[in-house]
């Protein structure tokens, strides 16, 4: 059964930080990883999609790599703003089919 | 991207009533769809699978009976909680694929608020 992992919980960080959020997966036979934006009481963004192949992805100021091998996917976000203070996810997509499997989380709070 | 439209947003009903949630594929035909539950502060859990068509299938601990899934057209999957308990109360999401291993789309969410 797969496990996705996102280390830290959280994070707090001033503003124009750059930072690294963690995501680990216990089943390497992925078909893709997501990450997902959540803000409080709404619905998900999805930020970037990494299919297994790719090695990363890259979107303005974020960018996703993925080690399917180690099962690791980390998620840059470079000079951090508040606005992008949120809950950030990954999820990975099994072969199987497509179901997602979510990690925890990682809420990230950006002070001005 | 494809769009995924469901509701409503957000919902309060008494404790004994039951509640529809509607998940539609606005552009696409989906022939899978999946039903997510978000408790507060926890991660999105799988609740089931609808697969236009056939009966749904559900993850081990969410009772079918309770969370009834219909899934009868290619672009409209619905999940009703039936005799809704306080213990109902969270946030409802539905994902939509054209297919095996693409995509996922994902609607909006419903808040559930069970008094």
């Not at chain 2, 502060?41 to 309770?66: C, F, H, P």
Request: aromatic share 8%; with cysteine; charged share 15%.
């Amino acid at each position: 059964k797969q496990e996705v992992t996102q280390i830290p919980a959280a994070l707090s960080v001033p503003e124009g930080e750059n930072l690294v959020l963690n995501c680990s997966f216990t089943d390497s036979a992925i078909y893709n990883l997501q990450w997902f934006r959540q803000d409080p009481g709404k619905g998900l963004t999805s930020l970037l999609l990494i299919q297994s192949s790719q090695r990363e992805q890259t979107s303005g100021r974020l960018n996703a790599s993925l080690d399917k091998s180690s099962g690791r996917s980390t998620l840059y976000i470079a000079a951090s703003q508040p606005g992008d203070s949120a809950t950030y996810l990954c999820a990975v997509e099994n072969n199987a089919g497509n179901m997602l499997t979510f990690g925890g989380g990682t809420r990230l709070m950006v002070k001005p | 991207g494809a769009v995924v439209s469901q509701h409503p947003s957000w919902v309060i009903c008494k404790s004994g009533t039951s509640v529809k949630i509607e998940c539609r594929s606005l552009d696409f035909q989906a022939t899978t769809m999946f039903w997510y539950r978000q408790f507060p502060k926890q991660s999105l859990m799988l609740m089931a699978t609808s697969n236009e068509g056939s009966k749904a299938t559900y993850e081990q601990g969410v009772e079918k009976d309770k969370f009834l899934i219909n899934h009868a057209s290619l672009t409209l999957s619905t999940l009703t909680v039936t005799s809704a308990h306080p213990e109902d109360s969270s946030f409802y999401i539905c994902s939509a694929s054209y297919t095996a291993n693409t995509e996922a789309f994902f609607g909006q969410g419903t808040r559930l608020t069970v008094v």
